[in-house]
């Protein structure tokens, strides 16, 4: 599968995926019963993986969206930016944080203390991919749908420069174009 200049080999098929999400929906039916939590979803990255979640959910919640963006210095300190804030008040309110990927989790360090600092009864984080060897905060993933090798990767809402989030499947980088 090409994207742009880079070629990219089949990783986790769409089936795979949703029984996946499915599994993790359930732990969080369990945890959240008689609960009414906001589902955060950090866009843009998240959207799919948030839309197939919410779905398979059987309490009563609401959806709110952030945006983050994460540049990456010369070292490998990442610098973090929000980018749009979630409409709602979430003081005395249960969070889970929807989001796409966790590598070294700087993203979501800071998504967590944003979320302290607004006075949130709980935070949770539930994440359909970790790169689990890149973690190089001390954050807790509390639902993670699949665990992936350190390796880049596109498809079902994930992007190569913008290109790519609107594959079913989720593609690796391929080999021979890991340069
Ligand atoms: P972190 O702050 O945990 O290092 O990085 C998290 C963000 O980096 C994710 O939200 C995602 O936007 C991006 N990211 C990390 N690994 C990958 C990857 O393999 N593929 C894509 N498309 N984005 C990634
Ligand atoms: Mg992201």
Do not use: W
């Amino acid at each position: 599968m090409q994207v742009l200049d880079k070629e990219f080999e089949l990783y986790i098929t769409h089936e795979e995926i949703l029984n996946k999400v499915k599994a993790l929906a359930e732990e969080l039916n369990k945890d959240y019963n008689g609960k009414c939590p906001i589902m955060v979803c950090i866009l843009n990255g998240a959207f799919i993986f948030a839309a197939d979640l919410v779905r398979e959910v059987n309490f009563p919640v609401e959806i709110g969206f952030m945006k983050y963006s994460s540049y990456v210095g010369l070292d490998t300190v990442g610098i973090v930016d929000k980018v749009a804030d979630l409409a709602q008040d979430v003081k005395g309110r249960d969070i889970i944080v929807v989001e796409d990927i966790i590598d070294t989790g700087y993203t979501m360090e800071r998504i967590l203390r944003d979320f302290k600092e607004k006075g949130a009864a709980s935070v949770k984080v539930a994440c359909l991919l970790q790169k689990p060897k890149k973690l190089i905060t001390n954050i807790k993933v509390d639902y993670c749908a699949l665990d992936i090798k350190n390796e880049f990767i596109v498809g079902y809402g994930l992007d190569y420069n913008g290109h790519g989030r609107n594959l079913k499947d989720i593609y690796i980088l391929s080999p021979d174009d890991n340069d």
